[in-house]
T-cell receptor
């Protein structure tokens, strides 16, 4: 069964600290993996998109890594800011159908305290 | 910033009412989607469209219907709302014509939070 599991479910850190969010998936065949940031009451916004040949991709203070062999990805946030408080969603796409189905994780709820 | 708009942002209605959630995008995207999301849960695809006059049901069974008469407009309709329809509804669009394109970016609207009493 194709699934995307994220951990931790929630995380609280102090402003300025770093953190790493995890994503494990069982989606096969694999096409790409995306990380989205979703502020409360808003739609998700894309942070990174990685294919199986990419190990790492950065977007400002956000760095995503991908290990296609172990089917794991992480999102590292450096020098956190209050505005980083949001849900971070891992999304995996397969290439087994014409739709290229997207499998969504439940997200990690990050809270940054001053 | 994505140019995809959803109205209303919040809607509280009584059981049995007919409602239409609006979604419009100004990016000329062919593909559009409707997702349903409950708090702390993953997004579920309920409808999608590859272009004008194309609509398909998604993975999650939904009593809603959609239409795609114009490229930029993808409204979702509930003929008779029930409390079980209470949820957040997110509209999205994507820029490529190939579903499996690796750089296909999905743009989301801000969502409509629907509460049915």
């Amino acid at each position: 069964k194709n699934q995307v599991e994220q951990s931790p479910q929630s995380l609280i850190i102090l402003e300025g600290k770093n953190c790493t969010l995890q994503c494990n998936y069982t989606v096969s065949p694999f096409s790409n993996l995306r990380w989205y940031k979703q502020d409360t009451g808003r739609g998700p916004v894309s942070l990174t998109i990685m294919t199986f040949s990419e190990n790492t991709k950065s977007n400002g203070r956000y760095t995503a890594t991908l290990d296609a062999d172990t089917k794991q990805s992480s999102l590292h946030i450096t020098a956190s800011q209050l505005s980083d408080s949001a849900s971070y969603i891992c999304v995996v796409s397969d290439r087994g159908s014409t739709l290229g189905r997207l499998y969504f994780g439940r997200g990690t709820q990050l809270t940054v305290w001053p | 910033e994505a140019d995809i708009y959803q109205t209303p942002r919040y809607l509280v209605i009584g059981t049995g009412k007919k409602i239409t959630l609006e979604c419009s995008q100004t990016m000329g995207h062919d593909k559009m989607y409707w997702y349903q999301q409950d708090p702390g849960m993953e997004l579920h695809l309920i409808h999608y469209s590859y272009g004008v006059n194309s609509t398909e049901k998604g993975d999650l069974s939904s009593e809603s219907t959609v239409s795609r008469i114009r490229t930029e407009h993808f409204p979702l309709t509930l003929e008779s709302a029930r409390p079980s329809h209470t949820s957040q509804y997110l509209c999205a669009s994507s820029e490529t014509g190939q579903a499996t394109a690796t750089n296909e970016k999905l743009f989301f609207g801000s969502g409509t939070q629907l509460s049915v009493l």
